[in-house]
C-alpha cells in the first residue's frame, strides 16, 4: 500500500472509527477504539499473558525472539478515558519485535469513574514494582498520547520519591498539557484529525473533574524534570501536540538532562498504532527499537 493511501486510510480510521462522541456512551467508545486496533492482528504463536504489577492488572507482549528477562513497560493512551492493555497488544507486539524485550502493558484506571490521580497512582505503583522486579537496569517506559503524560508524571513521582528509575523513557505524540497552552494547538487545529483544542477540554473535563490542569501530575510540563532517565519524544510534525513535546524536551535538556525530539513529516496522532499498513509506523517502532536496546545494552 502506498504512503498516501495507507495514509488516507489511518485518517479515515480516526474520523469515522467512532460513534458520535455526543451521543454515545462512555462504553460503546471504548469498546470502539479496541475494536479499531484489534482488526491488526498479532503473529500466530504470540500469546500475551495477563498478570499483575503493583496491584494493577498488566498485559505481558513477548514477540518470537525477544527476551522476558527485560521489559519495556508501555502506558496506553486514550485520553485518560479510552483504551485497554488488550486495545494495544499489536502496538506492544510491535515494539517487543523491534527492541527484543518483552513489552508490559499496564491496564490502568481510566475516567470518568476513576478522577485524576488514579491512573498516576496505578502507573507509579506498576512502575515502581516492575523495576523492582526486574532491576532498574532492566526495564525501559514509554507510553503514547495521554499515556506518555502518565510515564512523565510517574517518573517524576518516583524520582521525587528517591526510587530507581528505568533506563531510559520514550513518548509517541504525548499530551502532558490540559491548559492547552503549546503553540502548536491553535497552528493545527482543525487540521489535526485526531486530537483539537476542544477534545483536550473534553478528556480535561473527564479526567480531572475539577482539579488544576497546571497540577504538574496531570500536566508535567509544568513539572520540574530535571533528573530523569534519557528520553526520545516521537511526534508528527503538524500535531496539536507537537509543542508539548518539544517543550518537555527542552525542559529536560536545560535541567541536564537527555531528550530528543523526533519529527516525522504530516504523521498522524500516534501513528505507530498503524505500523502493519503504514510504512511510517514501522520507520518509527524500528526506531524506539533502537533506542530502547541501547539503553537497556543490547
Known amino acids: ?111 470518568p469513574e476513576n478522577m485524576f490521580p488514579a491512573a498516576v497512582d496505578d502507573g507509579v505503583a506498576a512502575l515502581e514494582d516492575l523495576v523492582s522486579t526486574y532491576g532498574a537496569a532492566n526495564v525501559a517506559v514509554g507510553g503514547d498520547s495521554a499515556g506518555g503524560g502518565l510515564t512523565l508524571a510517574a517518573l517524576t513521582v518516583l524520582r521525587d520519591k528517591g526510587a530507581p528509575l528505568p533506563t531510559s523513557a520514550v513518548f509517541i505524540s504525548p499530551l502532558l498539557d490540559f491548559t492547552a497552552s503549546g503553540a502548536s494547538v491553535d497552528l493545527y487545529d482543525g487540521k489535526d484529525v485526531a486530537v483539537s483544542r476542544g477534545s483536550i477540554a473534553n478528556l480535561k473535563e473527564a479526567y480531572l473533574q475539577g482539579n488544576d490542569p497546571r497540577d504538574p501530575l496531570a500536566s508535567p510540563i509544568f513539572a520540574d524534570l530535571g533528573g530523569l532517565p534519557p528520553s526520545l519524544f516521537l511526534v508528527g510534525s503538524a500535531e496539536v501536540l507537537l509543542d508539548d513535546s518539544r517543550r518537555a524536551a527542552q525542559s529536560m535538556s536545560a535541567a541536564g538532562g537527555a531528550a530528543a525530539v523526533s519529527l516525522y513529516d504530516d504523521m498522524v496522532h500516534v501513528w505507530p498504532l498503524f505500523s502493519s499498513i503504514l510504512p511510517e509506523g514501522l520507520q518509527a517502532a524500528d526506531e524506539i527499537g533502537l533506542f530502547v536496546r541501547k539503553h537497556l545494552g543490547f
Open 1 to 111: 500500500m502506498a504512503r498516501t493511501e495507507a495514509l488516507a486510510k489511518v485518517e479515515d480510521m480516526y474520523v469515522n472509527g467512532f460513534p458520535d462522541p455526543a451521543t454515545a456512551t462512555v462504553e460503546q467508545l471504548r469498546a470502539a477504539y479496541d475494536d479499531l486496533l484489534l482488526q491488526f492482528a498479532l503473529p500466530a504463536g504470540v500469546e500475551p499473558v495477563e498478570g499483575v504489577a503493583g496491584g494493577v492488572p498488566v498485559l505481558f507482549v513477548t514477540a518470537a525472539g525477544a527476551t522476558r528477562d527485560k521489559v519495556l513497560v508501555w502506558f496506553h493512551g486514550g485520553g485518560y478515558v479510552l483504551g485497554s492493555a488488550r486495545g494495544f497488544q499489536e502496538l506492544g507486539h510491535a515494539l517487543s519485535r523491534t527492541s527484543g524485550v518483552t513489552v508490559v502493558l499496564p491496564d490502568y484506571r481510566r475516567a
